[in-house]
């Protein structure tokens, strides 16, 4: 959910008052906008003050309600986080849902009974929203919690060595601090349900159990827009025409007469596809779902390995597939698990990698995980596999998150993708990507199966007169090119100042014509480039960073909006950056630098979208 002024028409505010309630609600989701609509609701009827909102009936004391914080980063905590309070307030109970970074720490001290549902981001880190609040729970600062009743959900992804690592963190934390662990936390891989729906169950029944009666409501809370489910989810994708398939990268000019060229390094796509007839709606910032098969290149690798044949027939969930179909639409084949490992370590009697699996050894495990996939993992430890019993053990076919890369407002039912075609050589192999293999090979007319995930807080600011600093390396730059459209539809009077880095400026410029084009209209106002292979130093964007320092620290103490977004080591590093500009500016030490950039965070003004 995104807020504007149009929300909120006609409005008996004045134009100052309607700017200062924009920026307020910039960014916020919809469970946030209930609980401030509740708070609202209760100054009116003079209850002035209140600081506790339930969904969707009243103010309660922390010992009457059941709080449930969230955080996530790609929308399914969100999602399971939503489930327990629906499930609660339908069984009659009081609660409150929160994401952690709407989370008044404060009133840690004072809560009773407390749900937390919360992704791992990379090995181990929290989601972006939850920051503050693990920094805040994990420190010297956290109150003891002796009459605290809690519970952990976490979401996880068991290809990386940490699995779960933050839920397990905060878990054995909130016990330390000396809360009363009701169960056991659950710790959920790609198929959430496994385990989330019977850590739900045990949930609402000790919700109940402790909140026996309930203060009557006091609010009703009415939603700034209605509430409604998504036409079109993960399990029920929409079918989406592809319009175009366009090579975005070069490659590397090497002399003065034609053709002569190096060979290709990046594959990068741009995609089109029509929304036409889905009813689906994004915003800039948002992401696109793909619901994609794994190209029969992969499939086929793997029943060679193992001798298989993809025409058996499997039943298993209720269904009766070929193994083939199974590998192709229902199983991940690129990315491994280590449960699945254990298996297979047992059954090829491997004793290296058994001690892989051992504790203490994340670090080898955490590289196995991301340099294999499935056929790399069974030529190494060669055994049979029976095709049951293989489908039962590989993990769920996950789908595809790529962030949205145009703005509806200047192309309308359509959504551009901005796609890094994954295929390089290990271990004397060819590898492919799965989602970037099946959009490469779709053609004009395909289909693609999508859904949209929104991204609340990664959003162009309600106030156009706002100042954007953009920093997107590779295809990290695909939001930021929906951000300018955006502005540039919309008037917005403030500036764009984008950072973009890749390898090579002939081979690497993604959208080199539409920045300048968008330079010369005003569109786009400044355009740092940092190409790190085109001299003996390599140089990337955080080095453009430090170049401007003082100008960038003087948007951001002007009210700019910082993004960035791109892979998760990449945002590790710009962050460093970002730290040591602001120190040096201000001044200040590490600690002053990290409150600065925490202080923007919780504003809604420093917001990244890594993975």
């Excluded at 190494?380 to 769920?396: C, G, I």
């Excluded at 075609?421 to 293999?437: C, D, E, I, K």
Aim: proline share 5%; charged share 25%; aromatic share 8%.
């Amino acid at each position: 959910m995104t807020a504007s002024p149009n929300a909120l028409a006609p409005s008996p505010l004045a134009e100052e008052r309607r700017v200062l309630l924009a920026r307020l609600v910039d960014g916020l989701d919809a469970p946030t906008l209930w609980w401030l609509s509740g708070y609202t609701a209760g100054l009116a009827q003079g209850q002035h003050g209140p600081q506790l909102a339930v969904l969707p009936g009243g103010v309660a004391s922390a010992s009457q309600r059941l709080t449930v914080v969230y955080g996530s980063q790609t929308g399914n905590a969100r999602r399971a986080a939503e489930q327990v309070a629906q499930e609660a307030e339908a069984a009659g109970l009081q609660v409150r849902l929160l994401r952690a970074d709407a989370y008044a720490t404060r009133e840690l001290a004072n809560e009773r009974l407390l749900y937390v549902v919360i992704s791992t981001q990379g090995e181990g880190d929290p989601p972006d929203d939850a920051i503050g609040l693990v920094e805040f729970i994990s420190g010297k600062r956290a109150p003891k919690l002796p009459e605290l009743k809690y519970a952990v959900l976490g979401l996880g992804d068991s290809s990386y060595a940490d699995f779960c690592g933050i839920a397990r963190r905060l878990d054995a934390r909130l016990a330390e601090l000396g809360g009363q662990r009701l169960f056991d936390a659950g710790l959920a891989d790609l198929d959430i349900d496994t385990v989330a729906l019977p850590w739900r169950a045990q949930a609402l029944q000790h919700a109940r159990d402790a909140l026996k009666t309930t203060a009557a409501p006091l609010a009703t809370v009415t939603p700034l827009r209605p509430a409604h489910a998504a036409a079109w989810t993960p399990d029920k994708p929409f079918a989406a025409e592809l319009l175009a398939n366009q090579t975005i990268s070069g490659r590397e000019f090497k002399g003065p007469r034609h053709g002569l060229h190096g060979e290709r390094g990046k594959d990068v796509r741009h995609i089109e596809l029509s929304l036409a007839g889905s009813g689906l709606l994004y915003e800039p910032g948002d992401a696109l779902g793909i619901r994609h098969r794994n190209p029969d290149v992969l499939v086929n690798a793997v029943l060679d390995a193992l001798r298989l044949d993809g025409d058996a027939v499997v039943e298993h969930e209720q269904r009766s597939l070929s193994l083939h179909e199974w590998l192709a639409s229902r199983r991940e084949l690129t990315r491994l698990s280590r449960p699945f490992l254990a298996e297979h370590a047992a059954a090829a009697r491997a004793d290296d990698l058994n001690a892989l699996l051992a504790p203490g050894q994340q670090a080898g495990l955490a590289q196995l995980l991301q340099s294999h996939h499935l056929v790399d993992v069974l030529r190494r430890w060669p055994t049979s596999w029976d095709a049951h019993e293989l489908v039962v053990a590989l993990r769920p076919l996950a789908p595809r998150l790529y962030s949205i890369a145009s703005s509806r407002k200047r192309v309308g039912e359509e959504a551009h993708l901005t796609v890094d075609v994954l295929a390089y050589q290990a271990f004397g192999q060819p590898h492919l990507g799965a989602a970037s293999g099946f959009l490469a090979e779709l053609h004009e007319g395909g289909q693609a199966p999508i859904y949209v995930e929104a991204n609340e807080r990664f959003r162009v600011p309600a106030d156009g007169n706002r100042d954007l600093l953009m920093i997107g390396p590779g295809t990290g730059v695909a939001p930021f090119r929906g951000f300018v459209q955006e502005r540039a539809e919309t008037g917005a009077a403030g500036r764009n100042w984008l950072f973009f880095g890749a390898q090579h400026f002939n081979s690497d410029f993604l959208y080199q014509s539409e920045w300048q084009d968008a330079l010369r209209k005003r569109e786009l106002h400044r355009l740092s480039l940092a190409f790190s292979r085109d001299q003996a130093e390599k140089v990337y964007v955080q080095h453009r960073l430090r170049a401007h320092a003082r100008e960038v620290y003087d948007w951001l103490e002007n009210g700019a909006h910082l993004y960035v977004c791109g892979a998760i080591a990449m945002g590790k590093d710009v962050h460093a950056t970002l730290l040591e500009v602001i120190a040096s500016q201000r001044a200040t030490d590490a600690e002053g630098a990290a409150e600065y950039l925490s202080r923007l965070q919780a504003e809604g003004r420093y917001a990244r979208d890594v993975y």
